[in-house]
């Protein structure tokens, strides 16, 4: 290995490191921030919660959310997430919609929640009534690649 190639692993290492220090403060926070509006899953002996935070970093600059209380996604609680993630500029918040009932007839949707935008893949349709109208300042309709 040469030199060159010795400075680009430890740069890389670095990098990963940083983004990996960064994952982490993202993952607290909006642990800590869902705390307040809804409990978490996975508590021993306790019910499904309403939400999960994936706490496995894989290399990507975002956090993964899944709701399983469709509550846990009133505006105002995506924008405490908006706001939180406005700290770390390039980082996202993926929340995904997995509610235990409907894993199996319900298609994959979600938000993509961005410092400067929110990207809403919500198929409100499959929703109970009081959830088909939520909306978001400044969201708009699309996908990831948006």
């Known amino acids: 290995m040469t030199v060159v190639d010795q400075m680009t692993a430890t740069d890389d290492d670095k990098k990963h490191m ?11 926070r909006a642990e800590r921030l869902l705390r307040h509006f809804g409990r978490p899953d996975f508590q021993p002996g306790q019910p ?3 939400y999960f935070v994936h706490g496995d970093f894989d290399g990507r600059r ?11 996604l009133r ?7 908006q706001r939180l ?3 770390f500029p390039g980082w996202q918040i993926v929340v995904t919609v997995a509610v235990r009932e409907h894993l199996d007839d319900w ?12 990207i809403d893949g919500l198929q409100r349709q499959y929703f109970p009534k009081e959830f088909q ?3 978001y300042e400044g969201g708009k309709k ?3 690649p948006d």
């Open 18 to 28: 940083e983004q990996q220090a960064t994952f982490e403060e993202v993952y607290r």
């Open 75 to 81: 505006a105002d609680i995506v924008a405490g997430l």
């Open 142 to 144: 699309g996908t990831t």
């Open 85 to 87: 993630i406005r700290r």
């Open 133 to 135: 109208s939520l909306a």
């Open 107 to 118: 298609p994959d949707m979600g938000l993509y929640i961005r410092p400067h935008e929110i």
């Open 48 to 50: 499904p919660g309403d």
């Open 62 to 72: 975002e956090v993964v959310v899944f709701v399983e209380n469709l509550a846990m």
